[in-house]
C-alpha cells in the first residue's frame, strides 16, 4: 500500500518551480539566461522579481481576457493564431527549399538587361567620385618622393607607396572604385562647403592641409546628381532585384509541385 501511495505522489517535476499563477508555473531554467555574468547581486534580484512581476501580470490578463472576452473575438484571436502559426510554418519551409534550389549566380548580360530596363530608376541623388588620396605628418621626411610618386601613380609607385603606407594616417589607393561624396569627406576632415567644388573636377589634383597633416588627392572621374548611376555602382542592387524575380518565381513553382505530387499520391483531393 506504501508503495502505491509513494507512487503516486512521487514528484512529476524536476524542475524548480520560482512562482505560480494558478496552475502554470515559472521554473528556474526559465530564468537562467536571464542574467548576465558579473552582474550584481542587488542587480540580479531587481532584475528577475520585475521579470517575475511582468510574467505574472500578463498571465492574469490573459486569464482575465479568457473569462471575461465575447466568445466571437476570443475565436477571432484563436483563428489569427493558427494562421499565423501557420505563415511562420509556411515561410520558413519555404526559404530552406530556396535556399536549396536558387541559382544566385547573376550573368553580366542579365544585369545589362535589367539595367538597361531601368536605367531612370538609377539618377544619383549624391556626387561619386573616383579618387585616391593620402593623409601624411607635413614633417614626413620624404614628403617630396611621396608626392611625385602619388601624382605619376604608375605600378612601382602603387607598389611603393603600399609598402610604405604605415607611415599615413589614413589612405586609399584604389581609385577604381566609385565613392559618395559624403563619404570622401568624412575621411578627409578639410574638406568643407567652399573647397568641395574642387573636388567635383575630373582630373583634379588637391593639396590640403590642416595644422598637422597634409592631404593629397587625386579626382580621376566625377559623376554629379541626377547623372545616371554606373552599372558597377548598382551592381548589388541589380544582383538583388534579378535574385528577388527568381526567389518569387521559385516560389510559385514549389507550391504548384507540391500541390501537383499530393494530388498525385492521393494526399489531396477536392470534392465536387
Not at 121 to 128: D, G, I, V
Not at 162 to 171: A, E, M, T
Not at 224 to 239: F, G, H, R
Request: net charge neutral; with cysteine.
Amino acid at each position: 500500500m506504501c508503495v502505491l501511495s509513494c507512487d503516486f505522489f512521487k514528484k512529476t517535476e524536476d524542475r524548480t518551480p520560482i512562482a505560480r499563477v494558478n496552475e502554470t508555473y515559472l521554473y528556474e531554467e526559465d530564468i537562467k539566461d536571464l542574467v548576465a555574468e558579473g552582474t550584481s547581486v542587488e542587480d540580479s534580484t531587481l532584475l528577475v522579481n520585475n521579470y517575475i512581476t511582468r510574467w505574472a501580470t500578463q498571465l492574469l490578463l490573459v486569464e482575465g481576457a479568457e473569462r471575461n472576452l465575447p466568445e466571437n473575438t476570443q475565436n477571432n484571436f484563436n483563428k489569427l493564431v493558427s494562421q499565423y502559426k501557420k505563415d511562420l510554418f509556411t515561410k520558413a519551409y519555404l526559404d530552406a527549399l530556396v535556399k536549396k534550389n536558387i541559382d544566385t549566380t547573376v550573368s553580366q548580360s542579365e544585369a545589362d538587361t535589367v539595367y538597361s530596363k531601368n536605367k531612370e530608376t538609377f539618377k544619383l541623388n549624391e556626387e561619386l567620385v573616383k579618387f585616391r588620396y593620402i593623409n601624411i605628418p607635413q614633417n614626413a621626411i620624404n614628403l617630396d618622393d611621396i608626392e611625385k610618386r602619388f601624382k605619376r601613380f604608375d605600378a612601382n609607385d602603387k607598389r611603393y607607396l603600399d609598402s610604405i603606407s604605415v607611415q599615413f594616417k589614413s589612405y586609399s589607393l584604389n581609385d577604381s572604385v566609385w565613392v559618395k561624396t559624403s563619404q570622401v569627406i568624412e575621411k578627409v576632415p578639410v574638406l568643407n562647403a567652399e573647397n568641395k567644388k574642387e573636388l567635383l573636377k575630373k582630373s583634379n589634383f588637391l593639396q590640403l592641409k590642416d595644422s598637422l597633416h597634409l592631404y593629397l588627392m587625386q579626382i580621376n572621374d566625377v559623376l554629379l546628381q541626377n547623372d545616371y548611376a554606373p552599372l558597377e555602382y548598382v551592381k548589388p542592387t541589380i544582383n538583388q532585384i534579378i535574385i528577388n524575380k527568381r526567389k518569387l518565381e521559385l516560389i510559385k513553382q514549389l507550391e504548384k509541385d507540391i500541390t501537383k505530387d499530393a494530388i498525385k499520391n492521393n494526399q489531396f483531393e477536392i470534392f465536387n
